[in-house]
């Protein structure tokens, strides 16, 4: 069956960095990409980026560019997601989706999510 | 604040029908096909109906979804008490060249 198992959730200072990971299995992993969502406490789900598992690839949302990096681990079937300069509102959980690997296919299944906590 | 719109909340009692509407742009709905998600919180977010109108292997029949032009619905029948959660609708934003969501929908069963 299809799963994505995600990291345990973290606690960081402002200013520092975090990388989440999100293993897969029971699927093909280059035949998907993998999409970032977050979801700040009590909001909506917001989109950070994707990354083409096939390629390489990446597209990364526009308030984001610049501090989040999208890689993958081909070997381990293992997505990874990285932002950097840490601020308080980047408190989220911060969710790992599959989709197809085609413009305008939509996330099918999710990982279970990691919270990232900034605090001072 | 979300590209796509939905109503903050929704309520019904068990065994009515509830919609959820959704509202967005020619780029998004409009030229897109649309997804529901639904949300228990503390959990990750489940597909519910995809392309549109098509449910995933597992969901039940009683919950269904339309479009039209720039607006989309979700339709649930039947209504459970394990229905109440967060709804959310997603499409793919061509300008984002990446999916987009509404704020989402708690509903609420009386």
């Known amino acids: 069956q299809v799963q994505l198992v995600q990291s345990g959730a973290e606690v960081k200072k402002p200013g520092a960095s975090v990388k989440v990971s999100c293993k897969t299995s029971g699927y093909t992993f280059t035949s998907y990409v993998i999409t970032w969502v977050r979801q700040a406490p009590g909001q909506g789900l917001e989109w950070m980026g994707w990354?083409?598992?096939?390629?390489?690839?990446?597209n990364y949302a526009h308030k984001l560019q610049g501090r989040v990096t999208m890689t993958t681990d081909t070997s381990t079937s293992t997505a990874y997601m990285e932002l950097r300069s840490l601020r308080s509102d980047d408190t989220a959980v911060y969710f790992c989706a599959r989709r197809i690997a085609a413009v305008g296919t939509m996330p099918d299944y999710w990982g279970q999510g990691t919270l990232v906590t900034v605090s001072s | 604040q979300s590209v796509l719109t939905q109503p903050p909340s929704a309520s019904g009692t068990p065994g009515q029908r509830v919609t959820i509407s959704c509202s967005g742009s020619?780029?998004?709905?409009?030229?897109?096909?649309v997804n529901w998600y639904q949300q228990v919180p503390g959990t990750a977010p489940k597909l519910l109906i995809h392309s549109n109108n098509q449910r995933p292997s597992g969901v039940p029949d009683r919950f269904s979804g339309s479009k039209s032009g720039t607006s989309a619905s979700l339709a649930i029948s039947g209504l459970q008490s394990e229905d109440e959660a967060d709804y959310y609708c997603a499409a793919w934003g061509d300008s984002l060249n990446g999916p987009v969501f509404g704020g989402g929908t708690k509903l609420t069963v009386l």
């Open positions: 020619s780029s998004d709905i409009g030229s897109n096909t």
């Open positions: 990354i083409n598992t096939y390629n390489g690839n990446t």
